[in-house]
């Protein structure tokens, strides 16, 4: 039987443009020495952030938005992952202003970029999902992390175990841990 070990890690941030170098860094931190992807995630996660600044409810007084990394540090001999989620607060009352050209460019380098992406809209939030793999770092480590939680049943192989870190928060009612998106990429 296959063990899946995830890391996951969840932080949420005020939301205002200073703070996206913050998200980035956090982000980087959060992945593998060594992560060949790391210079993608960073403009993605960078990009994500920036929308839910300048294009949600999260970039008005007091709003805030929070970005979540899965990480599957050799999830298979050949691959490892990491999932990445930046949750807003919606639609902004009054949209952002742009010049011309500038419609979705980010968005746009977030699907060349990403392996898979989806973003998720209800009255409440919007949920920007996306996930990059890379192929395995012979020897790496993934980093200090506390003891791991199984989150699926036996009936289920391969059983997925997530390690938390301790800056991590809880999943909100009624949300799992990176299955949502299993079936659209074929993953």
Known sequence: MAVIVTLAYERAFPGAPDRVAEVRSWTLSCLPAGCPRADD???VVSELATNAVLHSASGAANGRFTVRAEVEPGSTPEAGTVALTCTDQGPALVPA?????????GLVLVRELADAYEVTVTEACRAAWCRLDWPVITGAHPG????AQQVSGPA???HKITAHAPHTAAHAPGER????HAQEDGR
Request: proline share 13%; charged share 20%.
């Open 41 to 43: 995630v960073a403009v």
């Open 97 to 105: 202003s742009r010049g011309e050209g500038e419609y979705q460019r």
């Open 144 to 147: 200090p992390h506390t003891a």
């Open 156 to 158: 289920h192989p391969p």
């Open 177 to 180: 841990a990176g299955g949502r």
